[in-house]
């Protein structure tokens, strides 16, 4: 009898201590309490990106849903989204106030390349997860300098290789014509044409950059086109490639067009540009385009669709933007429930590199997360795809950045 009296004591002071510690995470955590957890974001909702900020209205209309359902282990999630309007500046001053004002747990899924080089030193400075960034900017993915930065997009360097290799490939011997951005991004991609070609990039390629805050690119398509290339690389964001597009058709110039993922958003670039003049235009993928009609009776790509028509009403499907930022969504959802109670910057940041064969419901098959402390990268693999004035249709096999 007294064994099991003190048996049954010590379970309840088992229990209770077990209590106690979750009470006291979710007081002692930075910016999480026992019903909600804080997080922080910075998109270009305006300025000359402002077509990326729809990644940001997905990602916050994603949060919505879960927040309908209840939240995730219980609490619910408080993103705070500011404008940065694609600005650096603006960014750090935005940033600032998320982790010192605001006092968000991390910072999770900010756009742009420039915006987030700003915030990179800052925020691993801090100490504050800088989570499944939407860039893919080399420096980015260096966990040794910034261990607390992780991507959601696929290494531009890499791309960069992966759309020189399909130009090798399919225009042998071909000129070769670069518009870049003069940006970290539009530089990654480059070293990836160059690292792909080797000794071949001087005698083929002519590369010729924009400033973000140039008026247009016209006077560069014309210089590039004098220069008898067969094809062209555009590589920057998508308000430039719709003026590059309009150009090169208006000057009766018929290169093989190959878009950055970035730039090649239907409603942000192909649609302005004119989808006539879009037709033909190379990019690259990881996710299931829902305008594709081999996708039309996939549950979830029908669940997306539902999805935006009650979160993000008007909501284009045919805007891949849309697709990035409830993927973004979903691979919050799914850091937070490896989390479990513990939600420490310590066990969220441990949790975001240890994430093992996760495919969101809108990725192509075939193509997983899987994070580590040697991989600060959530995509590792992409799908050629090319614009039949409609709509994206796939070109090979999925292709390894390895």
């Not at 989204?81 to 603006?90: C, E, G, I, Q, V």
């Amino acid at each position: 009898m007294l064994l099991n009296r003190m048996f049954a004591a010590t379970l309840l002071l088992a229990i209770a201590a077990s209590l106690t510690s979750r009470a006291a995470q979710a007081e002692d955590a930075i910016g999480v309490t026992p019903t909600e957890i804080k997080i922080g974001t910075t998109f270009p909702f305006s300025g000359p990106a402002s077509v990326l900020g729809n990644v940001g209205k997905a990602l916050i209309g994603y949060v919505n849903y879960i927040n309908d359902r209840g939240g995730v282990s219980g609490r619910k999630i408080n993103l705070i989204a500011l404008d940065d309007a694609y600005t650096p500046s603006k960014s750090v001053e935005l940033n600032r106030r998320l982790v010192e004002s605001d006092e968000v747990a991390f910072l999770f899924s900010p756009l742009g390349t420039a915006s987030i080089s700003a915030v990179l030193k800052y925020a691993n400075n801090r100490k504050v997860p800088h989570l499944f960034v939407v860039s893919g900017a080399n420096k980015f993915t260096n966990g040794a300098e910034f261990p607390y930065t992780t991507t959601g997009l696929p290494s531009f360097e890499v791309e960069g290789k992966v759309y020189a290799r399909y130009i090798s490939q399919n225009k042998p011997g071909a000129r070769i014509a670069v518009l870049y951005q003069n940006d970290d991004m539009g530089k990654d991609l480059l070293k990836g044409v160059r690292s792909y070609l080797k000794d071949d990039f001087d005698k083929l390629v002519t590369a010729r950059s924009y400033e973000i805050t140039d008026p247009t690119v016209d006077s560069q398509i014309v210089t590039l086109k004098s220069t008898g290339a067969e094809v062209i690389f555009f590589g920057g964001s998508p308000k430039f490639a719709a003026q590059a597009l309009r150009r090169i058709r208006e000057i009766n110039w018929n290169p093989l067009i190959v878009l950055n993922l970035a730039a090649s958003t239907v409603a942000g670039a192909l649609v302005p540009a004119g989808l006539e003049n879009a037709k033909g235009v190379v990019s690259s993928t990881f996710f299931k385009d829902p305008m594709d009609p081999n996708w039309a009776n996939d549950p979830d790509v029908i669940a997306y669709k539902a999805f935006l028509a009650k979160y993000i009403p008007g909501g284009d499907v045919a805007e891949q933007t849309y697709t990035v930022g409830y993927v973004q969504g979903e691979i919050l959802a799914h850091v937070l429930e490896q989390c479990g109670d513990d939600l420490s910057r310590e066990n969220i940041l441990k949790q975001a590199l240890n994430i093992k064969s996760f495919s969101p419901s809108l990725v192509l098959p075939g193509i997983s997360i899987n994070t580590s402390a040697e991989n600060h990268q959530a995509w590792t693999t992409l799908q050629l795809q090319q614009f039949n004035g409609t709509t994206y249709v796939p070109v090979g096999n999925l292709i390894n950045a390895d």
